[in-house]
């Protein structure tokens, strides 16, 4: 089935609504290598049933309670070193969406949404494409549990856990994309500055001693991140360290 959402100006004006799907990362790719989906198209489904999640892990999610979806953007303007501002667009939307009903959202580098106390209840995979040295497409793949009430791994949440009410997926979704498109454009007019600014203000952890893991545990404060989105710690012995996605753990 296709829908198109009005109010945006290219972002969800295709959207392929499936009722099944294995992961919508992957169909994404599938299309747009077919050259089936344009910029702005979505991906969404209400079972996902072999979602992909970061590190090589899945990604679960309970048939129709929660949000599943990818869409497709082609920022040309950005070289594969500036990828990680794309993270920020996306975990700041994310957050723009959710701040406004629920306390305490913050972004967990890179980019999953936690409820500071709760854990964690949305998840980003973001998949860039290189060529001619910039991102020809990014598949950007939003996993976010709205209804969902029991989970097989602790420190997960969701909306509905977090509220103690149902909410309307479809709903959440449509403000999702707008404030994504919002933040979007904003980037392409060149304000990385100001969204990264932001990030680090909603940063999980940022500023506060906590344990971390990078082959030893050690006790490290966020400091920030670096132009390529490395995660900087400083530890106890005053050494500023930066780290690369899989190359440290959060304890
Ligand atoms: C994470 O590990 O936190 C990222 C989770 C991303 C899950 C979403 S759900 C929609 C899209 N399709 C996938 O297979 N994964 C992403």
């Given at each position: 089935m296709h829908k198109i959402l009005a109010n945006t100006v290219f972002l969800g004006k295709d959207i392929h609504y499936l009722t099944e799907c294995h992961s919508t990362n992957d169909l994404a790719a599938e299309m747009v290598k077919s050259g089936k989906l344009a910029e702005g198209s979505i991906i969404y489904t209400?079972?996902?049933?072999?979602?992909?999640?970061?590190?090589?892990?899945?990604?679960w999610s309970e048939p129709g309670k929660n949000l599943t979806f990818s869409l497709i953007l082609q920022p040309h303007f950005l070289i594969p070193s500036e990828q990680f501002q794309l993270?920020?667009?996306?975990?700041?939307?994310?957050?723009?969406?959710?701040?406004?009903?629920?306390?305490?959202?913050?972004?967990?580098?890179?980019?999953?949404?936690?409820?500071?106390?709760?854990?964690?209840?949305?998840?980003?995979?973001?998949?860039?494409t290189?060529?001619?040295?910039?991102?020809?497409?990014?598949?950007?793949?939003?996993g976010l549990n709205i209804n969902q009430r029991e989970f097989k791994f602790p420190r997960t949440t969701s909306m509905g856990l977090l509220?103690?009410?149902?909410?309307?997926?479809?709903?959440?979704?449509?403000?999702?994309?707008?404030a994504i498109e919002k933040r979007y454009i904003e980037l392409k007019k060149g304000?990385?500055?100001?969204?990264?600014?932001?990030?680090?203000?909603?940063?999980?952890?940022?500023?506060?001693?906590?344990?971390?893991?990078?082959?030893?545990?050690?006790?490290?404060?966020?400091?920030?991140?670096?132009?390529?989105?490395?995660?900087?710690?400083?530890?106890?012995?005053?050494?500023?360290?930066?780290?690369?996605?899989?190359?440290?753990?959060?304890?």
């Open positions: 209400e079972n996902q049933t072999n979602g992909r999640g970061q590190r090589g892990n899945a990604w993270n920020v667009v996306i975990s700041l939307a994310v957050l723009d969406v959710l701040s406004t009903y629920l306390l305490d959202i913050k972004v967990k580098w890179p980019n999953d949404i936690v409820q500071n106390s709760d854990g964690k209840l949305g998840g980003v995979l973001i998949e860039n290189i060529r001619h040295a910039s991102i020809e497409y990014s598949i950007v793949g939003i509220s103690g009410q149902d909410w309307d997926c479809w709903e959440i979704f449509k403000l999702l994309v707008r304000n990385a500055n100001t969204q990264k600014k932001t990030y680090l203000a909603n940063l999980f952890r940022m500023e506060a001693w906590h344990s971390y893991h990078d082959g030893v545990s050690f006790e490290g404060k966020i400091t920030g991140i670096n132009p390529e989105g490395k995660l900087m710690i400083l530890d106890r012995e005053g050494t500023f360290k930066e780290y690369g996605f899989k190359e440290i753990r959060f304890l």
